[in-house]
């Protein structure tokens, strides 16, 4: 394009080096050229923003899903692998797809509340431990001071104390033996084991029901449970019948005419031949 900028305008009036040019002339290059110039970054601009169009398509094709569910069907398609966008492009790999794992349930995912294979069981009742009172002759009883209104447990445990505490508890159950088999003769040695527990029969007696004060504890506790035991299940098989005893320290002349048993530690036991024994 052409401007002449010489007066007059018109073909019958070129413009030559003697015409000079007129001032408004200048102007109108100028804002020609500025025309142009802002045309031509419109267009950049333009080619611009279609090229990011392009890349945003190219990335999104790149993401598509590569999973597809056909109709009427449960397993899913694998669509075709697509081409990485970008400069993976140009080394010609191709986008990993992950392969699909099939999922097996090991057991049943959901229960009704009505399985009873599901419904907790009920405990019995007797299967829950309820604890019991302990019966007051099971219950360590103090150490008596005399023998007058104890029980048999008592007296029989003060007869140990005094004459077996030092021995093995099988000799100290043998003892109480001996209590109990002469009190099974009520017309020869007494009624009732208390009543057998008298100063002619036991040395360790001072008087009638009385005695040494019991200052072990712990021989007492051994002494109440030996006594305990001969009660609950009788004389000792070691003993058998046997109603006597002594210390290998002394020789009682009665000793000639019995039957000897056993020998526990410190004491031999013997029994009557007339006796039960």
């Known amino acids: ?3 002449g900028c010489a007066w007059p ?7 030559t080096r003697d015409r000079p040019r007129r001032p408004w002339c200048r102007s109108v290059s100028r804002g020609v050229a500025i025309g142009m110039a802002l045309l031509g970054l419109a267009a950049s601009a333009q080619d611009r923003s279609n ?3 392009a890349l945003v398509e190219g990335r ?3 993401t598509a899903p590569i999973a597809v569910l056909q109709p009427g069907t449960a ?9 990485i966008q970008g400069p ?3 080394r010609g790999e191709a986008l990993p797809r992950p392969r699909l794992r099939p999922f097996a349930a090991q057991g ?3 229960a009704r509340v009505s399985d009873e294979a599901f419904r907790p069981r009920a405990r019995p009742v007797e299967a829950l431990f309820r604890p019991q009172a302990r019966p007051g002759d099971l219950l360590l009883p103090d150490p008596p001071r005399t023998l007058a209104g104890a029980s048999d447990l008592v007296c029989i445990a003060v007869a140990i104390y005094h004459e077996a505490r030092d021995q093995p508890l099988d000799g100290q159950l043998a003892v109480a033996s001996v209590i109990l088999n002469r009190a099974a003769l009520p017309d020869r040695w007494g009624g009732s084991p208390c009543a057998v527990i008298t100063p002619g029969q036991f040395s360790f007696l001072t008087g009638w029901g009385t005695f040494p004060p019991i200052e072990d504890r712990e021989a007492w506790a051994i002494a109440v449970e030996m006594a305990r035991e001969a009660l609950e299940r009788g004389p ?4 058998g019948r046997a109603d006597h005893y002594h210390t290998p320290a002394v020789h009682p002349r009665w000793g000639r005419d019995m039957v000897r048993v056993i020998q526990i530690d410190d004491h031999i036991f013997y029994a009557e031949p007339t006796g039960r024994g």
Do not use: E, H, I, N
Not at 9 to 15: N, R, W, Y
């Open 60 to 62: 999104a094709a790149a």
């Open 9 to 15: 305008l018109g073909p019958s009036a070129p413009v």
């Open 1 to 3: 394009m052409v401007l």
């Open 236 to 239: 000792s098989p070691l003993v």
């Open 108 to 110: 049943p995912l959901l």
């Open 51 to 53: 090229a990011r169009a």
């Open 75 to 83: 397993q899913p398609t694998l669509a075709p692998p697509s081409r």
């Open 88 to 90: 993976a492009a140009f």
